[in-house]
């Protein structure tokens, strides 16, 4: 039977509510403050409920909360106060030091028996909830352990470091070819089709945590077969027209082959997430041979690329407070961002008329 202390300085109070409950719970009983905390501790473990009584002498019930919070106790027990009517200040503050209910005199078994059994039904759920949280954060921690582990293993092989050097070489391509199309746009058009390139190379952390996550074997060779991503490009637009014809011109070049293209400007995540999203299979010539190498590029505008960074802070920061209010107005400017594009293409196209 789970055991409940009830704490009341009325010997009368005390016995009507172990009358009430002796046939589903085991009751301990303290006439004051000082009796409570001694039962307290000795018994805190195994008590599933405190029946405590506000007004009484020497020691009263908010003492007795105080020394609870103070012993961390109130995170593990649920606190019903023993009371006549009180006024809603006194209820308030009750609740705001962490009571979980009250049992007002005089007592009504059945509101007394169905108050106490949900205060230790919630109590008891938010225990095992702590208890699976432990659990998958030591398992969390195992796996980042071996994450770690199996990086350095990374870092240490040569083939490995081959790999990467060739993934920066593929980058570099990129990088050199992009450069080439602005020069050309530059000279020819007289304006440039891209603002700025930013480029990035997987972690061995990263890469690591991604094939266990997929349930790949840990080779260099499961590397190169089963991840797209490792080398990437993204390349920052000022107009959505500029990332099309940039895209069309790119993967026109005979010696690059599209691998995958996902378009998240036409057809956005549901988050309001743009982008246009290219796998491209690029050649590096090295002193011995020509290879392929697998890189993303990403084509965004100067708003998307700005919307996107914010997106990436609230998804992997923790304890974000409204955060659900956060993602709402994120959609909102998505979707405010999209006709802002359009409309400054727009401009800039009637701007361009007028030239002619």
């Given amino acids: 039977m789970q055991k409940i202390l009830v704490v009341d300085d009325s010997k009368l109070n005390r016995e009507l509510l172990c009358e009430l409950l002796k046939d589903e719970y085991e009751i301990e009983m303290a006439g004051d403050g ?12 195994e008590i599933h409920a405190l029946l405590l009584d506000l007004i009484m002498p020497g020691m009263n019930g908010f003492a007795v909360i105080k020394r609870m919070k103070e012993n961390e106790w109130m995170r593990d027990i649920p606190v019903l106060i023993i009371s006549s009517e009180f006024g809603v200040e006194v209820e308030n503050q009750c609740f705001e030091l962490g009571v979980s209910d009250f049992i007002h005199r005089p007592f009504d078994q059945s509101i007394v028996k169905n108050r106490i059994r949900n205060a230790v039904e919630l109590f008891l759920c938010k225990r095992q909830l702590e208890k699976k949280v432990k659990e998958q954060e030591a398992t ?6 071996i994450i770690q582990r199996q990086a350095e293993k990374l870092r240490e092989a040569k083939p490995f470091n081959t790999l990467m ?5 593929a980058i ?5 070819r992009l450069n ?5 746009f530059s000279q020819e058009y007289n304006r440039n089709p891209f603002e700025s390139i930013k480029s990035r190379l997987k972690s061995p952390e990263s890469i690591s945590e991604k094939l266990e996550r997929k349930g790949y074997p840990f080779t260099v060779e499961s590397i190169r077969e089963h991840l797209t991503d490792v080398a990437g490009v993204r390349v920052i637009c000022s107009f959505p027209d500029d990332i099309y014809r940039l895209a069309e011109l790119f993967t026109e070049q005979g010696d690059i082959h599209l691998v995958r293209r996902k378009d998240y400007i036409r057809y956005p995540k549901s988050n309001g997430y743009r982008s246009l999203h290219l796998i491209l299979s690029v050649p590096i010539f090295l002193s ?3 290879k392929y190498m697998n890189v993303e590029v990403q084509f965004r505008t100067i708003a998307m690329d700005f919307w996107a960074s914010l997106e990436h802070k609230l998804k992997y920061k923790k304890d974000v407070d409204n955060a659900d ?4 107005q994120l959609k909102a400017c998505a979707d405010s961002i999209e006709q ?12 361009d008329l007028s030239r002619v």
């Fill in 340 to 351: 802002l594009d359009y409309q400054m293409q727009e401009i800039r196209d009637k701007i």
């Fill in 288 to 290: 011995r041979e020509v």
């Fill in 180 to 184: 080439v199309l602005n020069a050309e």
């Fill in 325 to 328: 209010e956060i993602v709402g």
């Fill in 34 to 45: 000082n009796q409570a905390l001694q039962k307290l501790e000795e018994y805190w473990q």
């Fill in 140 to 145: 969390l921690e195992k796996q980042y352990q």
């Fill in 172 to 176: 570099m391509e990129v990088e050199t």
């Fill in 165 to 169: 050097t060739e993934y920066r070489s």
